[in-house]
């Protein structure tokens, strides 16, 4: 076939050759200029590939990415399929295949070709105003500032500071030396940002489609943005890992300006009252929860990705790699699960202690659900429990089947595995005496060599579609938007960034908000502390790609990933009372999990060093 394509052009090539200059011949594989900006289809086409190319860690993003040749190491549009080496998964919040990240090493994620390509943009698009209104010119040059802005704020919380480069660059036009521009300060590069989104809340419009910036989508990531610099500022003063990039501001931000950045964060979220609100659409609160991550009309969707099947397709396999398939059209009609949330992760909002007795030992329960029913409503809408349902089918997650069971659920857990006397098998259709010994979601230690079923005893509920046929559910057959910026989040930044300059009243209302629409008890001024927000903001942000970068920027990842190990609540099924009982252990792979001070940055990356040694002095540790 390659050898019928060359000759094929070859033929082509000398044929026009032989009656023509090559200095006439125009290259067909250039998008010339007037192509691009001389009609509107052009700029959407354009803008087209400036959102495709935006950072947004959405269904498709991996940590590290993957290395497939076209150069968006940390941001996989190849490899879909992936969803389960989720950033949750190196941090805690979940567990999966992803718990031996390579932070120390680097992801390698450099998107100044993306960023020449938005600098291209707004010094060309001036050219061609003539041919547009006023109107239609701000709105263009909006949105690439708002795109800019945000590719700088992935860059930023990777590495601090960063070269701002505002200027195409062009050689042999510019020197090498012109071309090697050093880093900014960290301070410098969020105030960027900053600027960037002011400017881009400046030119755009109160509305535009769903998965393109309007003047609030800047505001709200401009709340996100200052935030992160207010903290960085605050608690990166404290805990810290000195060098040469640190003395030269490079990384870390005076505490001194912590407060000025809290206060843009509130400034910027609050333009946001009155355009958007939370979801409620349903009574039920669980139901209600679940909805806002289905409901593409919901009031709180400030920005989306969306995902299409048809021509040309674009789908992802959410709902094909967080559900159970443990045997062929069970929940799923292809697909494997990978990812799991944590003991740790549901009880921030809602102790299990309710499954053993005063005297230790563990309850006894009728039902595999019954520990579960009345746990907070949005937790319910965010994972899925022991005895839950979908597609009409159950949530059996058993770990095992004892024949009898005596003592308490501490002395029990620490027993070797070989003396403990349950059955448990690595077929989900083992049965003793008529039952199942795991259950279709049951849990498979890795004596037998699988994670395909859940580890910790939960799934993932949220951006699950349950109104999907189980044929349907199949790799690369989602179409479920990613929710990008969402109202919740930019009251969780107010309230943060209210906690931390003394604006409690401010910040109680809008956590009261939230916990309302989460079915959850208010708050009272005595409970606004950091830690609360915090905490509320990993409640709701959950397996949304937050987690992983708050606890950077909170600066107590070193204390969570101290040699850390995660558990899971394990349903067992006592067979000579017909009785379920629930024990906290360790999840079943017992990885352990680290994090080192020095991660709180990534290393530059060693080949862009190699290129321009004004990248220098690389990041403290590395």
């Given at each position: 076939m390659n050898k019928l394509l060359i000759a094929v052009t070859l033929g082509i090539f000398l044929s026009i050759t032989s009656c023509q200059h090559l200095d006439d011949i125009k290259p067909v594989n250039i998008i010339l200029d007037d192509?691009?900006?001389?009609?509107?289809?052009?700029?959407?086409?354009?803008?087209?590939?400036?959102?495709?190319?935006?950072?947004?860690?959405?269904?498709?993003?991996?940590?590290?990415?993957?290395?497939?040749?076209?150069?968006?190491?940390?941001?996989?549009?190849?490899?879909?399929?992936?969803?389960?080496?989720?950033?949750?998964?190196?941090?805690?919040?979940?567990?999966?295949?992803y718990g031996g990240m390579d932070i120390g090493?680097?992801?390698?994620?450099?998107?100044?070709?993306?960023?020449?390509?938005?600098?291209?943009?707004?010094?060309?698009?001036?050219?061609?105003?003539?041919?547009?209104?006023?109107?239609?010119?701000n709105q263009f040059l909006g949105e690439a500032y708002f795109c800019r802005a945000y590719t700088y704020f992935a860059l930023a919380k990777r590495y601090g500071g960063v070269p701002i480069v505002t200027r195409v660059l062009t050689y042999p036009q510019q020197t090498i030396?012109?071309?090697?521009?050093p880093r900014n300060t960290e301070a410098e590069t969020w105030d960027f940002i900053g600027n960037d989104l002011d400017s881009a809340y400046a030119l755009l419009p109160e509305a535009n489609a769903p998965e393109r910036a309007n003047k609030y989508a800047a505001m709200a990531l401009k709340s996100r943005a200052m935030v992160y610099a207010g903290s960085i500022a605050k608690y990166g003063s404290v805990n810290y890992v000195d060098g040469d990039a640190r003395a030269n501001g490079f990384v870390g931000i005076d505490a001194g300006k912590a407060n000025a950045y809290y206060q843009k964060a509130i400034d910027a979220a609050k333009t946001l009252e009155g355009h958007y609100s939370l979801y409620r659409k349903s009574a039920d609160k669980v139901k209600n929860y679940t909805d806002v991550f289905l409901d593409a009309t919901s009031p709180e969707n400030i920005l989306v990705r969306g995902f299409y099947a048809g021509d040309p397709e674009r789908c992802h396999?959410?709902?094909?790699?967080?559900?159970?398939?443990?045997?062929?059209?069970?929940?799923?009609?292809?697909?494997?699960?990978?990812?799991?949330?944590?003991?740790?992760?549901?009880?921030?909002?809602?102790?299990?202690?309710?499954?053993?007795?005063?005297?230790?030992?563990?309850?006894?329960?009728?039902?595999?659900?019954?520990?579960?029913?009345?746990?907070?409503?949005?937790?319910?809408?965010?994972?899925?429990?022991?005895?839950?349902?979908?597609?009409?089918?159950?949530?059996?997650?058993?770990e095992g089947t004892y024949p009898s069971f005596s003592g308490t659920a501490a002395d029990e857990v620490a027993k070797p595995v070989a003396s403990r006397t349950y059955l448990r098998s690595g077929n989900h259709n083992t049965l003793n005496n008529g039952r199942l010994?795991?259950?279709?979601?049951?849990?498979?230690?890795?004596?037998?060599?699988?994670?395909?079923n859940t580890r910790t005893g939960f799934y993932v509920r949220k951006y699950i579609d349950y109104n999907k046929n189980i044929a349907d559910v199949k790799l690369f057959s989602s179409t479920t938007p990613w929710i990008e910026l969402r109202y919740a989040e930019v009251l969780l930044n107010r309230a943060e960034a209210d906690i931390e300059t003394g604006q409690v009243n401010d910040a109680l209302t809008c956590l009261n908000d939230i916990r309302d629409r989460a079915g959850a008890s208010a708050f009272s001024l005595s409970d606004m502390t950091a830690q609360t927000v915090q905490n509320e903001r990993c409640k709701e942000l959950a397996f949304e790609h937050h987690y992983w970068w708050d606890i950077r920027r909170w600066r107590i990842a070193d204390v969570l990933l101290n040699n850390a190990h995660f558990k899971g609540i394990m349903p067992y099924y006592v067979a000579n009372e017909n009785k379920y009982i629930f024990l906290k252990e360790t999840e079943l792979f017992d990885r352990n999990y680290n994090f080192e001070k020095k991660y709180y940055y990534e290393p530059i990356p060693g080949g862009e060093l190699a290129k321009n040694p004004n990248l220098y002095p690389n990041n403290p540790g590395y």
């Open positions: 192509q691009i900006f001389k009609s509107e289809a052009g700029i959407t086409t354009y803008f087209a590939t400036m959102y495709r190319k935006l950072p947004i860690e959405d269904f498709q993003y991996r940590p590290d990415g993957r290395n497939d040749g076209v150069g968006d190491v940390a941001f996989n549009l190849h490899h879909e399929w992936e969803h389960f080496y989720h950033s949750g998964a190196a941090c805690g919040e979940m567990v999966g295949p090493g680097g992801f390698g994620y450099w998107p100044y070709t993306d960023i020449r390509n938005i600098n291209y943009f707004i010094q060309t698009m001036p050219k061609y105003a003539s041919g547009y209104t006023q109107d239609q010119v030396e012109e071309l090697q521009v396999s959410w709902d094909a790699t967080y559900s159970p398939n443990s045997g062929l059209n069970y929940m799923t009609s292809e697909g494997l699960s990978r990812s799991y949330p944590t003991l740790e992760f549901v009880e921030r909002t809602d102790s299990l202690n309710g499954i053993t007795n005063p005297d230790g030992t563990p309850k006894r329960f009728d039902n595999i659900g019954d520990p579960f029913q009345n746990l907070e409503p949005r937790l319910r809408g965010t994972v899925y429990f022991p005895g839950d349902m979908l597609r009409g089918k159950l949530f059996d997650q058993q010994v795991n259950g279709y979601a049951g849990m498979y230690p890795p004596a037998f060599g699988s994670d395909d």
